[in-house]
C-alpha cells in the first residue's frame, strides 16, 4: 500500500527536483535573515513559537519552529529549533528538580496529544518515565538540529549559542519560557 507520503512525492516532476536544489544552493550559500531583522520582517513562525514558549506549550512551539526551518532553511533556523527543544530540555529539567510530577504528566500530555480522541482515551503514563522518554528524543533531535545548523554556518551559529549561553545566565530559573531577545522572536 502506497501512504500519502509516497502519493505527493510521486506527483512531483524533475523540475520540481531541480528547483528545490537550486532553492537549497541558494539558501546555503547565504543567510537568509540578517543579523540586524527589523520586527516587521520577521516570521510569522518565530512570533507563534515566542508566545508557545511563553505558555509552555512545547510541542506548539516546537512545530512553529520546524515550520519556520521548511519555509526559511538556514543555519539561523536550525539554531532557533535546536533552541525550542533545549528549552524544552530545560523546563522538564526544572520540573523534575522541582518534584513537580504531575506537571510533567501534563507536559507529556501536551507532546502526546492534541486531537479531539484524547479527550475520550487519554494515555495514562508514568511521569518519571515520561521525562526520560522525553530528554533523550529531545536531546537527540537537538544533537541533529545543531549539526545542520553547524554545516551551514559555523559561525553563525557559534554567536547564537554565546547569546543563548548569556541568556541562560541572566535567567537560569525561566530561560526555557523565551528566546534571546536579540533574536527578536516576538515584536516589541
Known amino acids: 500500500m502506497i501512504g500519502p507520503r509516497h502519493a505527493i512525492a510521486g ?40 508566545v508557545f514558549l511563553r505558555a509552555g506549550d512545547y510541542r506548539q512551539a516546537i512545530e512553529a519552529c520546524q515550520a519556520e526551518v521548511r519555509e526559511a532553511p538556514s543555519a539561523r533556523s536550525y539554531v532557533y529549533l535546536t ?46 518515565i515520561a521525562k526520560e522518554v522525553i530528554q533523550q528524543a529531545v536531546q537527540r533531535q537537538a544533537d541533529v538540529t545543531a549539526a545542520m545548523a553547524a554545516r551551514l554556518d559555523e559561525a553563525l551559529v557559534a554567536q547564537l549559542w554565546r547569546e543563548q549561553t548569556a541568556w541562560r545566565q541572566a535567567r537560569p530559573a525561566d530561560w526555557w519560557s523565551a528566546a534571546p531577545p536579540q533574536w527578536q522572536w516576538a515584536r516589541p
Open 11 to 50: 506527483r512531483y516532476s524533475g523540475r520540481h527536483v531541480l528547483a528545490a536544489v537550486v532553492l537549497v544552493l541558494a539558501i546555503t550559500s547565504q543567510e537568509v535573515f540578517p543579523p540586524a531583522l527589523s520586527a516587521t520582517e520577521q516570521s510569522l513562525h518565530l512570533e507563534r513559537a515566542a
Open 83 to 128: 533552541y525550542a527543544y533545549h528549552a524544552l530540555d530545560g523546563y522538564l529539567q526544572h520540573l523534575a528538580n522541582r518534584d513537580e510530577w504531575v506537571r510533567v504528566e501534563q507536559l507529556y500530555l501536551n507532546l502526546a496529544a492534541g486531537r479531539i480522541e484524547d479527550l475520550l482515551d487519554p494515555p495514562d503514563v508514568l511521569a518519571r
